[in-house]
């Protein structure tokens, strides 16, 4: 039987869903309902933002761009004089005596250095003679700096049988750690040495003041830089230096320790100036030295306090005064973008992400986010490279991957949704939401094939409303269609639809007022008995009313079962149409089988 065309208002659907991505303008093609879950998503990490959570991962990329970026120009007037191996080896085992870093103050002040930087500590010495020594050095100097450290307070106790009296309990107390007054007194200046790992254990920042008990000093480094340059040392509360929102002073590092600035051994430099004075060939020409910035401190591994940097996981510390003078100088400063900056940035990478993944699908939606992560990148790092910005790269990323798993999940969703419906509204009839006959004969067709493997019994009921067309043509179409509606809600309320779908029963719509069932598992005589006449008593028992009249409606039923010799339902069909007919014939209202059809096949 050809089937009825479905209604306008279920073609008007169709059009919609299979062409949902191609009508209108660009506005028209998103989906705004992702695109509020995507912002909700922003929100969200936004907060995450706020936490500094991921803080540690953005170092990392921070150092990644350090190592990529090429080796910085340095200041020429930075040099480096190392107490390294071959120094210990020369003049002896570390400490040396105070006579030796005497020797160097008068070198450095009489080749005219600019600043002599010595990043070690002169406590009071137990030798009177070598608190003179190197107090008579530093008096006839003026360039000299010396560091200042902030430490934790030690204890002060005394042992009785192995126990520990304490006198003075340290209770986290700390204490600046000076060198001797009077070397002190006679120094250009003074500065702190502390330095504070992230927590990671890498050296990024330098405090560029230090407070403590009283006593606020700068840091050695930007001490030294800002009288190089002639100019005061502003407060801590108007440092015209970048900042982070810790008010931690990001350090540049120029490059690997052995590729920048100029470096000197201390040996060689004793040795060169004692040569020149015996009228001897000097290793270099200390003129090299006048007008420079020269630090002095400790690079042998075997004594010196290495740190981890971004570039290089044994850097002395006399290469972290060196880099942070070089940012002063040149002005070439790690600028760490605010927290208003970042955010801006990370909601408009997550705007523009969220609308290419409503835009895109799949394959096309992974490249679009692909390629706007690479671009993120490589402009974060182009702008650190040339302006040493640093933006936040993790956040950004992080949000684009969770923005592309959330839009694949959800098109995975919104387009499984779509099937189904698009399926429903392919098998499915719009009046009464059973089986088109169509579909209906590809489940009957599988349900034929595994009653014949499995040697299980199959039967068909085909269903037909008795005077339908009077009932059209006295109450309306209308009141024909709640008929349908009704009577197919009936016969699915009477059959197995909650099982497993090995014993699901399947109802479809014939055609016009004829229904059809298939039933697994069940001979004819239970069809007959239990299930059709169930049906048959359930629809002549409703009441079915239309504009407040009462309208009776009965059924007629045919019942059918497969043959064993049988593997397709063609036969079945037509047994069940035949039974159907008589029962239509012998007064309707009733049910009749197979057995009953006078002449039919047995």
């Not at 790690?334 to 408009?348: G, K, M, T």
């Not at 992974?366 to 974060?380: K, N, T």
């Not at 059918?560 to 014939?585: C, F, G």
Request: proline share 5%; aromatic share 10%.
């Amino acid at each position: 039987m050809q089937q009825p065309k479905p209604p306008a208002k279920i073609e008007q659907k169709l059009i919609h869903y299979f062409t949902r991505r191609r009508r209108g303008g660009i506005l028209s093609q998103l989906d705004w309902i992702q695109l509020l879950l995507c912002g909700l998503i922003i929100g969200l990490h936004v907060f995450l933002l706020k936490t500094n959570s991921l803080e540690r991962v953005e170092n990392i990329f921070l150092d990644s761009f350090f190592r990529g970026r090429p080796a910085m120009a340095v200041h020429p007037d930075i040099v480096l004089v190392e107490i390294d191996q071959d120094s210990l080896e020369a003049i002896g085992q570390w400490p040396w005596p105070w006579r030796y870093h005497a020797e160097m103050a008068g070198l450095l002040q009489e080749w005219q250095v600019k600043a002599a930087v010595f990043d070690l500590a002169f406590p009071e010495s137990n030798l009177p003679y070598e608190d003179t020594t190197l107090e008579q050095a530093l008096s006839k100097t003026e360039q000299d700096y010396l560091p200042v450290h902030l430490e934790n307070k030690m204890e002060k106790k005394f042992w009785v049988h192995s126990l520990a009296v304490v006198l003075e309990p340290n209770r986290g107390r700390m204490i600046w750690a000076h060198s001797a007054p009077q070397l002190e007194r006679d120094v250009h200046g003074l500065g702190h040495n502390n330095i504070q790992l992230d927590p990671d254990g890498v050296l990024r920042r330098i405090q560029p003041y230090l407070a403590y008990g009283g006593e606020t000093y700068p840091h050695l480094a930007l001490r030294v830089a800002y009288d190089y340059l002639g100019e005061p040392l502003p407060p801590s509360s108007s440092l015209d230096l970048p900042v982070d929102e810790d008010g931690y002073f990001f350090i540049n590092w120029a490059g690997k320790w052995r590729d920048t600035f100029k470096h000197y051994s201390y040996s060689d430099l004793i040795r060169s100036n004692q040569a020149l004075k015996q009228g001897l060939i000097p290793n270099f020409d200390l003129n090299q030295l006048r007008g420079k910035i020269c630090l002095i401190g400790l690079s042998s591994p075997k004594i010196a306090d290495l740190k981890v940097t971004p570039l290089e996981a044994n850097y002395p510390t006399l290469g972290v005064y060196a880099n942070v003078i070089q940012s002063v100088l040149t002005k070439r400063f790690v600028i760490p973008a605010s927290f208003v900056l970042n955010l801006i940035c990370l909601v408009a990478i997550g705007m523009v992400a969220s609308v290419l993944f409503v835009t895109f699908r799949n394959v096309p939606s992974f490249i679009a986010g692909l390629a706007l992560g690479g671009v993120w990148i490589v402009f974060s790092f182009l702008l650190f490279w040339q302006k040493g910005i640093w933006l936040y790269v993790f956040h950004p990323i992080i949000l684009i991957i969770i923005l592309f798993i959330f839009s694949a999940i959800y098109d995975h969703v919104v387009s499984t949704r779509e099937r189904l419906q698009l399926f429903d509204l392919a098998t499915r009839d719009g009046l009464t939401g059973l089986y088109v006959i169509r579909h209906f004969r590809e489940i009957l067709n599988q349900g034929v094939e595994e009653a014949v493997r499995k040697k299980e019994p199959l039967s068909l009921i085909l269903i037909d409303i008795d005077n339908f067309k009077p009932i059209n043509d006295t109450h309306g179409h209308q009141a024909g269609d709640m008929v349908l509606k009704r009577t197919a809600g009936i016969i699915f309320s009477c059959f197995r639809s909650k099982r497993p779908i090995e014993e699901v029963d399947f109802v479809a719509r014939y055609g016009g007022e004829e229904f059809i069932v298939m039933l697994r598992k069940a001979d004819l005589e239970d069809v007959a008995v239990k299930v059709a006449e169930r049906i048959r008593t359930a629809v002549e028992s409703a009441v079915f009313t239309w504009e407040d009249k009462v309208i009776p409606v009965t059924i007629s039923l045919g019942v059918a079962t497969l043959h064993p010799n049988e593997s397709i339902p063609d036969w079945m069909v037509r047994r069940a149409d035949e039974a159907l007919y008589q029962a239509k014939r012998t007064g309707k209202n009733r049910v009749c089988t197979e057995k009953t059809i006078q002449g039919g096949p047995s």
